[in-house]
Structure formats: C-alpha cells, structure tokens
C-alpha cells in the first residue's frame, strides 16, 4: 500500500491533467455532438449556430494538444538536464508558508539572465532562465522562455 501512495505521490501532477484531458475531451464530445445537432435542424438560425459552435470543440483540441506536446517536451528537457546535472537546484529561501522569497530569486535571475545573454542559441539556458523566471514569480516570463526553449530543442540547436 506504501508503494502505491508513494507512485501516486509522485505522478501527482500527471494524474491531474490526466483527469482535466478527460473532462475536456468529454465536453469536447458533447459539444461537437451538439452542434451536428443544430446543423441538421431545418432552421437557418439553427444551423449558423451549430456551424458556429462547431468552432469550439476544434479550438479546444487544437489547445489540448498543443499544451499537452509543450508539457511532454518539457519534461523531456527537463529529463535530459537532470541527466547532465544541468537543472538549476532549489536551495532559495522560502517564507515559513513555503513560498520563495522574492528577493532572492530575483538575485538568482540574473546569473541565468547573464547565461542566457551569453549562449542565446542553447535551450539549456533559455529553460533554466525560465525556471529563475518562475521562482520570481513572473509565470508570463518563464512560459515564453520555455517556449524558446523548446523551439531551440525541437530545432536541434548543440550546446554553445
């Protein structure tokens, strides 16, 4: 039973979006399955709703897959990190509700805004610049340069 809670413990994460796929996939379901609905209504008003709403379970598979590749291809690089040693180590101090302290993330950032600048061609150094980004509290950030991250990955950039 230990070994259940601890596999649980730790695919946590991977249990959720497990969960918030399966919602999302079932209410993109039902939406398609009404819209065919209205679209084989004989009324006019009807189907220019249904063909309208069509749109939305098309948006949002397109927005499921996307965000589920970017999550794959993250953990990726962050597997192939963890294997060089690469990933940077969370010793900031945090505030006794658990949160990072502010200030000292943001002393952090700047040796990886420093990396970055120096090798902007490495995806090593866009993703940690990301995970400083995050520590600070500056989510818009840290996504944005995970994505140029993963762009240089996908792209085969070498190490600089």
């Known amino acids: 039973m230990a070994n259940v809670l601890t596999a649980l413990k730790a695919n946590r994460t991977k249990i959720w979006v497990g969960a918030v796929t399966l919602l999302l996939v079932f209410y993109l379901v039902v939406s398609f399955q009404r819209s065919v609905l209205l679209m084989s209504d004989p009324n ?48 900031l101090p945090r505030t006794p509700a658990g949160r990072i302290v502010r200030e000292a993330a943001d002393l952090e950032f700047e040796k990886y805004r420093a990396e970055t600048e120096a090798a902007p061609a490495d995806w090593r150094s866009w993703f940690r610049l990301s995970c400083a980004y995050d520590a600070s509290g500056d989510r818009k950030r840290a996504r944005a340069s995970m994505r140029d991250a993963v762009r240089l990955f996908r792209a085969g950039t070498p190490a600089a």
């Open 44 to 91: 006019l008003v009807a189907k220019a709703i249904g063909v309208a709403y069509l749109v939305l379970p098309l948006v949002g598979a397109w927005a499921l897959v996307r965000e589920l590749l970017f999550g794959a291809r993250t953990e990726q690089m962050a597997r192939i990190l963890e294997a060089e040693g690469g990933l940077p180590e969370d010793t």
